[in-house]
């Protein structure tokens, strides 16, 4: 390659389209005012959106770790310096945690209560809200709001304070991914590309400073500690269930991956060995979570938010997307009172279908071993992401960051994760206007084709081989992970 096309001069293209961005955070960063300079940012937006991420997608075969990550610091310079883009949430992180620092209980009272200092940059719909987040995150609001209100630095401290940590829970995923790939038998290249230097990565960790990104830090050092060899295996298992603990006091469904945590482990394979295994890694994981609440005195205050959370109704969600469509066709036969019941029962089967793909995803890592509980483990996160009642883009960082350890099969799962994750950075503008808000109709049908789709495939009949008849195996496409005969290789 020459030029532009070389990985330095893709890197420079990149550094490009990542100013383009945070220009348009300047013009249209804000839904205050949707004006001339908000359609240029908005122009801005969509071309740097688009350029960085053909040249994140040329850069997949980088096999250079170092060379990446600085790559991927060159990007987020800007962005570091502009206000977030794609959501608002950073605001009210800060608000939550001048709520703390004032005394006052998050799980009860919402940032309006106080009221906030820097209230008018949060969004509308949480300005009420209670927090959904555990006591660990409510740590680290209350010393970004602290340190935003100290001296005259104000609000763009308190997002700089949080954008480190969000920064740093994704170093911790590299570095822990890094040690989990070579375990499994992937590319720790692959770690930096996806994980790190991403477009989802550098939008909503670098710029939106999401909470999810020092869950997936916390979730990969968790599975990393499983599956090190350098510790005893107790050893092992308590290092993994303090990780968990400490996810889970971030965002409490981190939870799923604590059984996956069980078959990385080669020593529990047995029946005796996998329940006492099972017993350590969920008594270090509870007591982790129930020493955090202690000592921060929030306790288990976040279930009261989980309702705030729940109230949004966009297809982004799986299942919610298929009770929209219902709704729409309730509509249309003349019942619009009962689109809300269509939603709610399709998020109730969205639930039973959850629980149904982690049973599955859980024997196919007990039988497979380490090499495939790794990807098991990734895919439980995004399922659990995906088939909740609210989906939005930054959900997929803990998954993501676990899948990028497992090696990649071309044409396979590792394609439809990496396209996945580039396409996720386009459901939101700049001033965090989600574009699920205006294509309801169209998505909720796309949820629908998803789901007869995979249906279909799950359900293909007997097929023709060589002459003879071959009963074909149903396929979960998402869910296919072929066993290994050799522990440490993924299946």
């Known amino acids: 390659m020459q030029g532009s096309a070389t990985p330095a001069g893709l890197r420079w293209l990149g550094l490009v389209g990542a100013t383009a961005m945070a220009t348009s955070a ?5 839904p205050s005012s949707r004006g001339p300079g908000w359609i240029l940012g908005v122009a ?3 071309a740097g959106v688009g350029g960085l991420l053909a040249v994140w997608w040329r850069l997949r075969t980088v096999t250079d770790l170092r060379w990446l990550l600085v790559t991927g610091a060159l990007w987020a310079l800007p962005l570091l310096l502009a206000p977030p883009l794609g959501s608002h949430d950073s605001y009210a992180y800060a608000c939550q945690g001048e709520l703390v620092a004032a005394g006052l209980d998050p799980y009860r009272s919402g940032p309006a209560a106080l009221p906030c200092r820097w209230l008018e940059h949060v969004s509308p719909t949480w300005r009420d809200s209670v927090s959904p987040y555990g006591p660990l995150w409510l740590v680290v609001e209350r010393l970004a709001a602290s340190a935003g209100l100290l001296g005259a630095g104000g609000l763009p401290v308190a997002l700089t304070v949080l954008r480190l940590v969000a920064i740093g829970g994704t170093l911790l995923a590299v570095v822990a991914g890094t040690r989990l790939a070579r375990r499994c038998g992937g590319d720790p290249a692959r770690v930096g590309w996806l994980a790190a230097i991403s477009p989802l990565t550098l939008v909503h960790v670098v710029s939106g400073a999401h909470n999810d990104a020092l869950l997936a830090g916390l979730v990969v050092a968790g599975l990393a500690a499983a599956a090190t060899e350098r510790v005893t295996v107790p050893t092992r298992l308590v290092l993994a269930g303090a990780a968990f603990g400490a996810a889970a006091s971030v965002k409490a469904t981190t939870l799923v991956v604590v059984p996956f945590a069980v078959a ?3 020593w529990a394979r047995t029946g005796r060995r996998r329940l006492a295994a099972g017993l350590v890694v969920l008594g270090a994981t509870s007591g982790t979570f129930g020493l955090l609440a202690m000592l921060t005195g929030h306790g288990f205050g ?7 959370t729940a109230g949004n109704v966009q297809w982004s969600s799986i299942p919610t997307g ?3 469509a219902v709704g729409y066709g309730l509509r249309v036969a003349g019942r619009p009172d009962l689109f809300g019941d269509a939603v709610t029962a399709a998020r109730a089967a969205g639930l039973v279908a959850l629980a149904t793909v982690l049973v599955l995803l859980l024997r196919r890592a007990v039988r497979g071993g380490p090499g495939a509980a790794v990807p098991a483990a990734g895919l439980a996160l995004l399922a659990t992401a995906l088939l909740g009642p609210v989906f939005y883009a930054w959900y997929a960082l803990a998954g993501v960051a676990v899948l990028a350890t497992a090696p990649k099969r071309p ?3 590792g394609d439809l994760v990496d396209a996945g994750s580039a396409g996720l950075v386009l459901l939101t503008l700049p001033d ?10 169209a998505g909720a049908l796309l949820d629908v084709a998803l789901v007869l789709w995979t249906l279909a495939a799950r359900l293909r009949p007997a097929r023709w081989s060589a002459g003879r008849r071959t009963v074909g195996r149903p396929r979960i496409p998402l869910l296919r992970l072929r066993d290994s005969g050799a522990a440490g290789r993924p299946g």
């Open 26 to 30: 300047h013009l249209a960063g804000t």
């Open 44 to 46: 801005l937006w969509t």
């Open 264 to 266: 990385v482990v080669p």
């Open 302 to 308: 976040f279930l009261h938010g989980w309702s705030a």
């Open 322 to 324: 298929i009770g929209m």
């Open 411 to 413: 044409g396979r799962l």
């Open 432 to 441: 965090s206007l989600g574009l699920v808000t205006k294509t309801k109709v």
